[in-house]
T-cell receptor, first 114, second 115 residues
């Protein structure tokens, strides 16, 4: 069964460093998403991406964040200068359709900022 | 803005017990409602969904009915198994008429089923 994959599973970085989280969505999906979950808190939407551009983003997704689909398979989230409060589990998701399409989630990348 | 409220966990049940996890929502318009499940070490998996009022979503013995009058989408299962132990998330999306796809999640409810 096709699945969304994410790498790495755990990333440790120093405050102020740049990190890139990688995702491989399901191959025929057109919509891509990033969510995050700070320990003990809700899963929060960050951004959605369609047709090579951001289609929706939350207040969390400020200038420190960027997304890219550098080739036909990968979808990346870059945090330019990490802060302690960026420590969280980051989930990638993809869907074949728009609003009613099921979003398939990856296993997540745990980001720890020291 | 949109929000989802779930009952606090953990919920601890014996095998074959009846399960209810409460979920209420606040949204404008006509949201779609979802239950996602997260097993240890895995991503979120869609368990069931309902896209309009009075729809009942069901899967693997779990059910939830979209109640617009009470703005609720409670998850139920008649007889839980140890393998149902997981974290359950209620979520909504704003709905097809808005074009918005972002999911708004509740805080999650951990279910522990004891043999």
């Amino acid at each position: 069964e096709p699945e969304v994959t994410q790498t790495p599973s755990h990333q440790v970085t120093q405050m102020g460093q740049e990190v890139i989280l990688r995702c491989v969505p399901i191959s025929n999906h057109l919509y891509f998403y990033w969510y995050r979950q700070i320990l003990g808190q809700k899963v929060e939407f960050l951004v959605s991406f369609y047709n090579n551009e951001i289609s929706e983003k939350s207040e969390i997704f400020d200038d420190q964040f960027s997304v890219e689909r550098p080739d036909g398979s990968n979808f990346t989230l870059k945090i330019r200068s990490t802060k302690l409060e960026d420590s969280a589990m980051y989930f990638c998701a993809s869907s074949a359709q728009g609003a009613l399409g099921e979003q398939f989630f990856g296993p997540g990348t745990r980001l720890t900022v020291l | 803005g949109d929000s989802v409220t779930q009952m606090e966990g953990p919920v601890t049940l014996s095998e074959e017990a009846f399960l209810t996890i409460n979920c209420t929502y606040t949204a404008t318009g006509y949201p779609s409602l979802f239950w996602y499940v997260q097993y240890p070490g895995e991503g979120l998996q869609l368990l069931l969904k309902a896209t309009k009022a009075d729809d009942k979503g069901s899967n693997k013995g779990f059910e939830a009915t979209y109640r617009k009058e009470t703005t609720s989408f409670h998850l139920e299962k008649g007889s839980v198994q140890v393998s149902d132990s997981a974290v359950y998330f209620c979520a909504l999306s704003a709905g097809m008429d808005t074009g918005r796809r972002a999911l708004t999640f509740g805080s999650g409810t951990r279910l522990q089923v004891q043999p």
